[in-house]
C-alpha cells in the first residue's frame, strides 16, 4: 500500500470513529404552538431532546430564519404564582431525554415573520455547547388541540 493509500484508509477509518465519540442528538415530537393571531408578537415551541451519545450535551442556542429572536424558557410555580424565567442552556445527560413542555420547559419565539402565518413548518437549528449543530423542523398546531388531546 503506498503512502498516500495508507494514509487515506487511515483518515477514513479516523472518520468512521468520529460519529461515536461525539454526541448523538436526536429530536422529536416538535411542535410550535400557532400564534393565538395574526401580528402575535410571539409564540411558544415544545418538543423532546434525547441524548443517545455517551457524553451529556448542552443546548445553547436556538434559532430561525422566520423568528427574530428564540429564548429558552421555564414556568416555575412559585407561591401560587407561575413565573416564566428565561435559562441560558438545557442540559441532556448521556443516554437520558429532556421534554420541553408547556408547563414547564419551552422555547420562546420571539418576533415572528409575516411567513409564519402561511407556513406550517417552521425550520429550527439548534447550537451544542460543543459546537455542534441539530437542524429540526417545528409542526405548528394550536395549543387547544393538544389539551384536548391530553384530556382523553
Ligand atoms: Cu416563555
Known sequence: MSAEKAFISTLIAFML????AQAQVL???AWASKPVSKGAAMTA???CIEND?????????ASSPIVNRIEMHRIQHQDGVVRMRRVNSINVAANQKVCLEP???HLMLIGLDEVI?????????FKLAS?????????????LED???STQ
Open 103 to 105: 408547563d414547564g420547559l
Open 17 to 20: 470513529m468520529l460519529p461515536t
Open 53 to 61: 451519545g455517551t457524553v451529556p450535551i448542552e443546548v445553547v442556542d
Open 147 to 149: 389539551s384536548h388531546q
Open 117 to 125: 402565518y402561511r407556513e406550517t413548518n417552521i425550520p429550527i437549528q
Open 27 to 29: 429530536i422529536t415530537e
Open 131 to 143: 459546537g455542534e449543530v441539530v437542524q429540526t423542523i417545528l409542526v405548528q398546531r394550536s395549543l
Open 45 to 47: 415551541a415544545f418538543m
